[in-house]
């Protein structure tokens, strides 16, 4: 098993005074020390704008910015024009929204996209399809967070432009077969986004091999900083695309009358590019190729099985998706303590010193189709440890009896 939580300052700090348990990391994760100093490096010895200083430190500086920028690509497995920083998956995927979107589709064309997605592949294509007179169409899950052959053979059809995706559920902790459902989409013509939010640090991310034509994922939820996420496009792609903003360094040539732009990835980053949190982003990316991936996958797939062991038979515990571990079961678990308001359950944990996230998780259309206002939800990093999910799970076997027995105390 991983042993790595003094790697993580704010973990360490916590714990010197008391129990924290952080368990939202589907929200986002803690740094790691080496990103910490990457990002105090580039202010206290590396900063200047970069792609504008012709001095020595200003070259320096988009060295440094285009040197993470490659590290970022070799670690997907893509070509470093490819990879055009954002600020989050959430704007990757409005940038492909708003750029390509209209390039493809027509009236009458169809997005298929899985009902449990984020609002942030959800939103987007819905904003996108109101402009253009285009319908979504959802593919339905099973009771086990899955989605069948059936379900996708009926849904993609010869109408559908764009599939959608996240390839893990940040609700159902379901891992979607990405690279069949590409397969199946291509075939029908249509075009593959994934959105790799959820799945970047546990998984990784090899987009040679997962085969779509976009994916998206953000730094913080992978011990990276926060403000800086990357959009992967395939190259022939990306450069039939249009700008979506408009400023600095991503003109070529600028008359008084007429702007010509850059090439990508350029193009898509106008204005100062958050140089730091790129830095910052290369360290976190080196931290995971040292932990390795294959540890990680092993690590958390331990720390999930035996949660789900653990809470099996506390009787008014409802897992949603999968309840039990699986291949495709990642170590993000939902569930709802039946007669219980979630809010109240995460306030009890937090009372415990475990932090876990409550509410509809940006997923409002799935927990309308799970029949539920809100669920609790525990999501595992490689940090976390057998200790932490044994702890978890004995407060969670208290939660019921605790609540009902505050409650009914200040009744009295
Ligand atoms: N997609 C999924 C599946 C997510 O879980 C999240 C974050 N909760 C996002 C997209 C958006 O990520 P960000 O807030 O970093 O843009």
């Known amino acids: 098993m991983l ?37 105090m490096e580039w202010h206290t010895v590396r900063n ?34 490819e990879v055009v920083f954002c600020r989050n998956t959430t704007e990757a995927l409005n940038l492909v929204a708003a750029s390509f979107g209209p390039t493809v589709l027509e009236a009458g064309d169809e997005i298929v996209l899985p009902v449990s997605e984020h609002h942030s592949n959800l939103v987007p294509w819905m904003q996108l399809a ?7 169409v959802y593919l339905l899950t099973d009771k086990l967070g899955r989605i069948s052959k059936d379900e996708l053979d009926k849904k993609i059809t010869p109408r559908t432009k764009i599939v959608a995706l996240a390839e893990v559920s940040n609700v159902l902790g379901t891992r979607f077969p990405v690279k069949q459902i590409a397969e199946r989409a291509h075939e ?37 900083p926060d403000g800086i996420g990357v959009l992967w496009g395939r190259e022939a792609l990306l450069e039939k695309m249009p700008p979506v903003l408009y400023g600095g360094e991503m003109v070529q040539k600028v008359t008084w009358g007429k702007a010509t732009f850059e090439k990508p990835p350029l193009r898509f980053e106008a204005g100062t590019q958050n140089a730091s949190d790129a ?15 294959q540890a990680i996958r092993e690590h958390e797939d331990a720390l999930t099985a035996r949660l789900l062991e653990g809470i099996r038979d506390i009787a008014p515990l409802h897992v949603y998706g999968n309840p039990c571990m699986a291949d495709d079961r990642s170590s993000i678990v939902a569930f709802n303590f039946e ?26 259309p799935l927990m309308t189709y799970l029949g539920t206002g809100a669920t609790c939800r525990i999501s595992l990093a490689p ?5 932490d999910i044994d702890a978890l799970i004995d407060v969670l076997r208290d939660a019921p009896r605790m609540i009902v027995r505050s409650v009914l105390k200040k009744r009295k």
């Open 383 to 387: 940090y976390n440890t057998l200790d």
């Open 339 to 364: 007669g219980q308001d979630p809010l109240l359950i995460g306030r009890f944990l937090d009372s415990h010193g475990i932090n876990i996230r409550v509410g509809t998780h940006c997923a409002e």
């Open 188 to 224: 029908a013509g249509a075009y593959v986004v994934a959105d790799c939010a959820q799945s970047f640090l546990h998984y990784g991310l090899d987009v040679q091999d997962l085969d779509v034509d976009f994916a998206a994922f953000s730094a913080h939820k992978a011990f990276g």
């Open 279 to 293: 830095f910052a982003f290369m360290a976190a990316v080196g931290y995971l190729e040292q932990i390795g991936q």
């Open 130 to 136: 109101q402009a253009k007179g285009c319908r979504l």
């Open 3 to 39: 042993d790595i939580k003094d790697d993580f300052p704010l973990l360490a700090n916590y714990n010197e005074q008391g129990t924290l348990i952080y368990v939202d990391n589907a929200a986002t994760t803690q740094k790691p020390r080496c990103v910490l100093d990457a990002l």
């Open 48 to 81: 200047a704008n970069p792609h504008r200083g012709s001095y020595k430190l200003g070259s320096l500086a988009t060295d440094l910015y285009e040197h993470s920028r490659e590290s970022i690509a070799n670690h997907i497995n893509a070509k470093k024009d």
